[in-house]
């Protein structure tokens, strides 16, 4: 069975661009959600999408956004970059919102702002 | 209110000796409880869950993790470390309070094994 995709899994931007990121959950599930793992911040959990909604989001300012397609697949765009914005995000999914769902990660995509 | 400690950033200990990584938890109300690892360069990979059946939890590569509530602990263990083992591990509760829906994490604890 395959696991979570992510892609791209390096990229490097410059100030003020824009950047998406793309998810493929495990196949059946409904649920994705994204995270961001920048230095010294650890692990900081970004947004929860489930059946096309957003349900919720963390402490990021709106330029973070997303959507999740009919086919759960998911997008985070990040706007107007920010040197902070370089981290390591990870995408994760789970079958839905139940706490015994565990999450299950992929192997995630490293932002470099420049 | 969520929250995970994670009382160590670094432990270090000899291939073949025991490992214990702790990790105190806070929560409302019943947690779940997870630990995650993540090897250099790699995603995270869950090492087992409390789920609230079992005090006493098994998880993959020989770990397990014991839910004590009156101490609201959940250390994780290992008999013997095996050099595979060094990687950060990460002590997560569950915030599904109001339907939240995500896991919030511990800082994370490096692990070393020297041989």
């Known amino acids: 069975e395959a696991g979570v995709t992510q892609s791209p899994t390096h990229l490097i931007k410059t100030r003020g661009q824009q950047v998406t990121l793309r998810c493929s959950p495990i196949s059946g599930h409904t649920s994705v959600y994204w995270y961001q793992q920048a230095l010294g911040l650890g692990l900081q959990f970004l947004l929860w999408?489930?059946?096309?909604?957003?349900?919720n989001r963390g402490n990021f300012p709106p330029r973070f956004s997303g959507r999740q397609f009919p086919n759960y697949s998911s997008e985070l765009n990040v706007n107007a970059l920010e040197l902070e914005d370089s981290a390591l995000y990870l995408c994760a999914s789970s079958l839905g919102d139940s706490e015994y769902n565990e999450q299950f990660f992929g192997p995630g995509t490293r932002l470099t702002v420049l | 209110a969520q929250s995970v400690t994670q009382l160590d950033s670094h432990v270090s200990v000899s291939e073949g000796t025991p490992v214990l990584l702790r990790c105190n938890y806070s929560s409302s109300y019943s947690p779940s409880l997870f630990w995650y690892v993540q090897h250099p360069n790699k995603g995270l990979q869950l090492l087992l869950k409390y789920t609230s059946a079992a005090t006493l939890v098994k998880g993959i590569n020989g770990f397990e993790a014991e839910f004590k509530k009156s101490e609201t602990s959940f250390h994780l263990t290992k008999p013997s470390a095996h050099m595979s083992d060094a990687a950060e591990y990460f002590c997560v509760v569950g915030n599904y309070g109001g339907s939240q829906g995500n896991l919030i994490f511990g800082k994370g604890t490096k692990l070393s094994v020297k041989p």
């Open positions: 999408y489930d059946e096309g909604e957003e349900r």
